[in-house]
């Protein structure tokens, strides 16, 4: 079946700091990936997205390549922001299983600090 | 402004009871989705519906039910029978059930059940 590891928070980094969150998964076919970020208290918004392999998807700063040879989906920003503190998921949709259902990953936390 | 409403925002309920949570989009989407979030744990399917008149369940269906009478609306029910019902309710939608269409959000409901 399909699964999507990201790595465990929660991260804690200084204003202006280099921001990676790693995100590998697993899909039967070829999936489309995503980040989704949720501010707390709200629902998700859409980050960024890729649907094949080597696409960048960037958005705000962000920036996530699709690596099929590694199968990872890792984001990363230069410099983070107060406001960028947050909960980000990164998701995958596979018509594999015969559904394009969003297989998420657990979610990592994220606080900037000034 | 198009996009998808979740009322109320937080709701209360004594155990045995039935409650319904409200999802109503105006962006003229054909695919719409109910999922769970608990802490820890990432966002979980429970229903979802390709079109009008259809809908299908997703990982953890039981103790919940849905309707798709209009294409706008698609309503959850949480019953008596849901074991564990307190969480964070989120609805969703896509333009259609098609890989690589990404899902926008609502704002969600937490339900508290005591």
């Known amino acids: 079946g399909n699964s999507v590891t990201q790595m465990e928070g929660p991260v804690t980094l200084s204003e202006e700091a280099f921001l990676t969150i790693n995100c590998t998964y697993t899909a039967t076919g070829y999936p489309s990936l995503f980040w989704y970020v949720q501010y707390p208290g709200e629902g998700l918004q859409l980050l960024l997205k890729?649907?094949?392999?080597?696409d960048k998807g960037s958005n705000k700063g962000f920036e996530a390549t699709y690596r099929k040879e590694t199968t990872s989906f890792h984001l990363e920003k230069g410099s983070v922001q107060v406001s960028d503190s947050a909960v980000y998921f990164c998701a995958l949709s596979d018509s594999g299983a015969g559904s394009y259902q969003l297989t998420f990953g657990k979610g990592t936390k994220l606080s900037v600090i000034p | 402004d198009g996009g998808i409403t979740q009322s109320p925002k937080y709701l209360f309920r004594k155990e045995g009871q039935n409650v319904t949570l409200s999802c109503e989009q105006n962006?003229?989407?054909?695919?719409m989705y109910w999922y769970r979030q608990d802490p820890g744990q990432g966002l979980r399917l429970i229903y979802y519906s390709q079109i009008v008149n259809d809908f299908q369940k997703g990982d953890i269906a039981e103790g919940y039910s849905v309707s798709r009478e209009k294409k706008e609306s698609f309503p959850l029910t949480v019953t008596s029978a849901q074991k564990n019902p307190t969480a964070f309710y989120l609805c969703?939608?896509?333009?259609?059930?098609?890989?690589?269409?990404?899902?926008?959000f609502g704002p969600g409901t937490r339900l508290t059940v005591t």
């Open positions: 890729a649907t094949k392999a080597d």
């Open positions: 969703a939608s896509s333009i259609s059930w098609d890989r690589g269409n990404e899902q926008y």
């Open positions: 962006l003229n989407h054909d695919a």
